[in-house]
């Protein structure tokens, strides 16, 4: 069900969803049994992984929140309204409404480093 206003990019899947009006979900993402609150803005590449193996389950996403590109939602997971997820996080809990959420691994670079033989 998409609401007035919504506009989905290329490549885009969505199944038993649900977007409020002025949804926007940009291009190679995946949403799958999610609810989006009116004017959330999916970044590029963003996942809703619904399903654990066994069961399927549920995203919701607050009025007004924004993901980053290549963001994954494990759910069940709810984010509150104008939450900001950074590009590139990996979220398994629910955030509240106002807050950023990051959840990506620091980068680690290794000088000189040679593959082993």
């Given at each position: 069900?998409?609401?007035?206003?919504?506009?989905?990019?290329?490549?885009?899947?969505?199944?038993?969803?649900?977007?409020?009006?002025?949804?926007?979900?940009?291009?190679?993402?995946?949403?799958?049994?999610?609810?989006?609150?009116?004017?959330?803005?999916?970044?590029?590449?963003?996942?809703?992984?619904?399903?654990?193996?066994?069961?399927?389950?549920?995203?919701?996403?607050?009025?007004?929140s924004k993901t980053g590109a290549n963001s994954v939602l494990v759910a069940p997971i709810t984010l509150g309204a104008n939450v900001t997820v950074g590009a590139g996080s990996t979220l398994t809990k629910d955030v509240a409404s106002g807050a950023l959420a990051l959840g990506r691994a620091k980068q680690l670079v290794k000088e000189n480093w040679q593959p082993p033989n």
């Open positions: 069900e998409l609401g007035e206003g919504c506009r989905v990019g290329n490549f885009v899947e969505i199944k038993k969803s649900s977007l409020a009006a002025g949804c926007k979900v940009n291009h190679l993402s995946y949403i799958g049994d999610a609810d989006l609150g009116a004017d959330v803005n999916v970044g590029a590449g963003t996942i809703t992984a619904n399903y654990d193996g066994v069961n399927k389950h549920r995203t919701v996403i607050g009025a007004g």
